[in-house]
Structure formats: C-alpha cells, structure tokens
C-alpha cells in the first residue's frame, strides 16, 4: 500500500478540493434547473446547425402555460417573435434563423430563458430544387374554396420545404445521426427559390395522362432545363383541379424517384403560408367538404389533417429521390406515417371528421424516419452538408458464405448500409460499425426470418452514398464461375446481326492469350467487363474469357448462363451454344448440357457488346440438378446448398 503524505503534495490537495467544489455546485445546478421555469429539451445553447428553421422543444415548470413566446433579437425579419405551443408543461415553437450567431429568448408567463443558436449555411452541392409546374396559359393559380385566399404559392413553397428540412433534421438527431438534413436553394432573402416552368400545352393535356404518362413527360421536359446531377427536383403543379360533379381529381400524383418528385397542389390551400402559420396550420380544425373540394386527409375531412397529410406526401416522395423504399414500420414517413407529419409540432390531434374530441398522442405515434429509414440517409450524398470529394466507383459482392449460413456482402469501399426490402418494402437492416468496414457478414436465418421469403433485394450502401440494389436469385442460384482468364485483346463487332468471323487458328490464339492470363476473380456473380477495359474499347467489341475445367471421367454437365449483349460458348474447340441478341444480364437465361471428357476441358466463352452493359454470368449443375462448384484447380465438386 502506498499513502500520500499531504504535506508533501499540496498541488494534489488543491485539485482534490477543487473537484469536490466543482462536484457540489453540478449538483446544485442540475437540482435547479430541475425547478427551473424554462428548460429546453432538444438544445443546450450554443449549438450550430446546417438549416435556418430549428423546432425548439422543452418543458415548463407551469403546466398551465398554453402559450410560449420566441424571439431572436439578432433579426429583424417578421419571424423576429415566434409562437409556439405549450400543453401539459412540454412546449414546441420554431425560429427562423440568420448567418452566424443569433441570440434568443424564450418567455412563458413572467419568465425568460435566453440562449444562442448559430446558423451556419451548408456547402453541400447537392441541394433541393423546387419548381412551380403551370400549363400553357401561365397561371399560377392553385384551386382553392377559401375567398380571399392570397395564391402565394411561393411563400406556401418556401414553408413546406423549410418545415420537411426541420422535420428530417430533428427525427435523424433524435435517433443520434445529428442534425443531417438536405440543403435547399435559399436566396438573398433567405427565402426558397421557386423557378415557375410553363408546360407546352393546356391543362387538360396532362389530365388525360395516367401518373405514370405524366410523371415521365414533367421528367424528361425538366431534365434539359433544370438538371439532377446534383439536385433533386420538387414540383409542384398548379393545374391540379377537383371536379364535383365526377369527384374526379386531375393532374394530381404522389410519385417520386430518381431526380424528381412530383405532386399537386389539391390541398395547397390548406398549407401554411407562413413560418409564423405552421403550428396554426396543424390545429386548423375547418372542415372541407369532400363532394365539393378535394380532400387527401384519410377521411378526417379537416385543414390540418389534409396539411398534414400533403406535406408528409411531398417529404415522402422526396425520400424516394434519396433512395429510400418504402418500409413497414407504421410512423415512417415512407409509409403512413405522412398523416402524423403534423404531430411533431404539435401535442394532439385537433378535432376532425374521425374524432370529435382532440387526440393526444404518445411519442410512439410521431412520424419520423426510423432507423430502418434513417441509417440510409445518413450516407446520402443529399446529406452531406458540406462539399466533399466523391467516388462513384465501386465494386460490390454479395454472395453466400462457404457453410451458406451467411449473406457476405464486400465492397471496395467502407459499407454504411446493408437493407433488405421485399416487393419494395424495407423490412431489415444492418448498420456496420463505426469503423465502417468492408466485409458485413448477415445471417441467411434472420433475412428469412423477417422477408419470409428467399425473393428479396439487398440493398448495399457505401460511404460515398452510392446505392446498389442486387436481387437475391444470384444468392440461391449460385455458385457462380467467378475465377476466369481474360484475353488482353478484344474483337471488333461491327455488324450486330451477325457473330464475329472467327478461324480456327484465329479463336486458338485467342484462347491461348487468355490461357496466359493472369486468373481474374469477379467479386460477384458477373463477370463485368466494364471494369475490364477502358470506354474507348466497350462498344462494338467482344471479349474472351477461358476456364480450364478436370474431370476425372466422361460426364455430362448441364451450363446455366446470361449475357449482355450476344453469347458464344466453345468447349475443346467446339461451339456448344449460341445467343445473338441485344439483351440484359440475367441469371439462367441459357441452359445447355455440355460433354466434358476426363481431364483437361477448354471453355472459352465470347460475349459481344453493342454498348451499355458488358458482361456474363455462368454457372454449373450436374445431369442430376446438383448444383456444382469449380475450385481454383479446374475440379469439380458438390456445392453446400444454403442453410435452411
């Protein structure tokens, strides 16, 4: 035992003393703010974040307080004093936000609680576009049964993006991602920038198109004007109308993917016009008559609920653009849980066609993106917040493990994300750690386990945020010949109606070239031969591939393949199958049987390329349907089926 003489450490005592004080006055302090009349909740002060409108959440010592009070003393803009709402001693009030550092005060009854929050703009290039759809004519006007309503579709606009880029912010920092959110395009003003983009014909042009029609005829106008490279496009159309005498709605879709989501303006007027509206917005409690105005509220026939409803809609769709599928978790916003959109700035649901008394609800009610959802924004590129180099290389594997107990998933870059998804609903996901890795190992039994079902997409998300969706069949169809010999040297293709014309000695030096080789394993079930040859020597060539495979006696074996584009197979010199077609890579598209003799066996395999996609998958099963695998040696075996 070692005992400290004091006398002869006092710097040691001092620091004692001095911890201990600093202890006691913690604990002092944490008591007090306990009792405190003002306590915020989501914030401690001082804090920096990417988006200028925050929801400031918290408590109140007085459980009677109905009403608390925002201002930013740093503004002068008409959000300088925000209200929000107190219910039960929580309260919830937004704030608009300058550059830099803003200074508020918060004030319920006779209290105040002062703290500071800093803006600071993201300088992600990646950013939200919102375009303003009209036909022809130009007119801006949304349909509307109010008399007085002012048609500020942009200042609508500006207020719907702003409170979905609040609303993602908070639900990903509530499940610890941080306050990560996509980036708008915010003017001088701080307001949203709104492009109006006149179609080419009338209204009802576009109302005799089914979604679908119209989704891509708004897609493929928009892409030439305003590319999505680095932008995701939000539009909106103004020529959406409700017609009461068929109660019929017109040119009114929810459909979203790739650069674009796009939705209409049916219940635009039901939208807060203002930041200082959202939360009177969502408590709205005016009825809407559904045999005379449009009403997308799930029957509950209100303002707020068809705001909630709409705007929960457009963020929806939105997350299609980001990649998202749907999923089967209740309050997601890629499910239903658009409807609940307003109760994360509300405390109940106000009254409404399905319930006559207001409903409070519990945090398990609340839209939000669960993890399933959040873990795969996270690395979205959408949500960087500021600009960084990116790759978009990357190769991804996703195979069964050797005991076909395990999805091995491997990727040239760190993983972020692996889902599963089946018939377009995410039902699980694994995050890697921190570390982020690449190689994730996923137990086949807890896929099944959740899909029921071996027909499911993996999805593969790196830390570049490039998505890979690859369908299960190349886990059950497998194994694959994944280790070949490349021919150096390609072929050119110029008449795509017809295979290349190859001499003997001609297809013998081309598969003694790749005879020479050096082995090249694909790190999945293709072999992609856009990763083999540079772009001046994809098109309208043909490229080689030769496996050497022993058999120890004469036996048949049955040939499973796919190709993109045509397909010719020779076995010792033979040809034993032909495609000629311009066609996708799909597993088990040919099945041939081929002869093999004992000992060495040549198959050389030729696949030609129009353009595009450039590859070819193939694998082996004996004359009884075992499936088999070709060890690195040329042999032979029985594979291990999955594990059941």
């Known amino acids: 035992m070692c005992i400290h003489n004091r006398d002869c450490n006092p710097t040691l005592e001092t620091e004692m003393r001095l911890c201990a004080a ?109 375009i303003y759809l009209t036909d022809n004519t130009c007119a801006t006007e949304y349909q509307t049964p109010l008399e007085n309503d002012a048609q500020d579709y942009a200042s609508k606009l500006d207020t719907c ?4 880029q609040c609303f993602t912010a908070e639900r990903m920092n509530d499940l610890g991602f941080g306050r990560a959110t996509f980036n708008l395009e915010l003017d001088d003003n701080g307001k949203v920038k709104v492009y109006v983009y006149k179609c080419p014909a009338p209204a009802e042009t576009y109302y005799k198109m089914n979604d679908q029609a119209w989704y891509s005829n708004i897609n493929s106008r928009l892409e030439k004007q305003y590319p999505t490279k680095f932008a995701k496009n939000f539009v909106v159309a103004a020529y959406t109308r409700f017609d009461p005498a068929t109660q019929k709605v017109m040119a009114h879709t929810a459909l979203g993917g790739g650069g674009q989501a796009l939705f209409g303006s049916g219940d635009m007027f039901t939208w807060p016009r203002k930041l200082s509206d959202v939360q009177n917005a969502f408590m709205d409690t005016t009825a809407i008559d559904p045999k005379k105005v449009f009403s997308d509220s799930v029957g509950r026939h ?54 006559k008394q207001p409903i409070a609800f519990g945090t398990k009610g609340i839209a939000c993106f669960p993890p399933i959802s959040a873990a795969a924004l996270a690395p979205c590129r959408w949500f960087a917040l500021d ?36 018939k377009g609903e995410a039902v699980l996901h694994a995050v890697p750690p921190a570390e982020q890795v690449l190689r994730a190992l996923v137990p086949l039994a807890d896929v099944r386990k959740k899909t029921k079902s071996d027909e499911f997409e993996i999805r593969v998300i790196n830390d570049q945020g490039v998505i890979k969706n690859i369908p ?11 280790t070949w010999q490349i021919a150096p040297e390609t072929q050119p293709w110029t008449n795509t109606s017809a295979f290349i014309a190859l001499s003997d000695e001609k297809r013998k030096e081309i598969e003694n070239a790749a005879a020479s080789a050096k082995p090249y394993t694909s790190p999945d079930a293709q072999i992609d031969y856009l990763a083999l040859f540079p772009p001046d020597k994809q098109n309208n060539v043909a490229a080689y591939a030769m496996r050497i495979i022993q058999s120890d006696k004469a036996r048949q074996v049955k040939l499973f393949t796919g190709s993109d584009d045509a397909l010719r197979v020779w076995l010792n010199g033979k040809v034993v199958k032909e495609v000629l077609a311009m066609r996708g890579t799909k597993i088990d598209s040919d099945i041939f049987s081929i002869d093999l003799h004992p000992g060495e066996n040549r198959l050389l395999v030729e696949v030609s390329n129009g353009g595009g996609g450039w590859g070819f998958v193939l694998r082996l099963e004996d004359a009884d349907g075992k499936k088999l695998r070709l060890s690195d040696d040329g042999k032979l075996s029985e594979a291990t089926p999955p594990a059941k």
């Open 161 to 164: 993006l702003k409170t979905m």
């Open 472 to 482: 299960s069949a190349g886990l059950f169809a497998g194994p694959f010949v994944q």
């Open 387 to 422: 600009e960084k180099p990116w790759d978009d290389k990357d190769r991804v594997a996703v195979h069964l493990d050797e005991s076909g107990a395990n999805i091995v998933v491997e990727s040239e870059k760190p993983i972020r994300y692996v889902g599963f998804s089946v």
């Open 22 to 130: 600093v202890l006691v006055l913690l604990i002092f302090a944490a008591r007090a703010d306990e009792t405190a009349p003002i306590r915020l909740g989501n914030y401690s002060g001082g804090e920096t974040i990417r988006y200028t409108v925050p929801l400031i959440r918290g408590t109140l010592a007085d459980a009677e307080e109905t009403v608390v009070t925002l201002l930013n003393t740093t503004s002068t803009r008409e959000t300088r004093e925000m209200k929000g709402i107190a219910y039960k001693g929580q309260f919830k009030v937004l704030a608009e936000l300058l550059p830099g550092e803003n200074k508020l005060v918060l004030k319920a009854g006779k209290h105040e609680f002062p703290f500071t929050l800093n803006y600071k703009a993201q300088t992600n290039p990646y950013y939200v576009r919102c």
């Open 302 to 355: 209100a303002f707020w609920a068809a705001a909630s409803t709409t705007i929960g809609a457009c963020l929806h769709e939105l997350g299609h653009t980001f990649g998202l599928p749907h999923s089967r978790e209740p309050a997601d916003i890629m499910t239903r849980g658009i409807d609940q959109f307003n109760r994360v700035f509300t405390f109940v649901d106000a009254i409404s066609a399905t319930n």
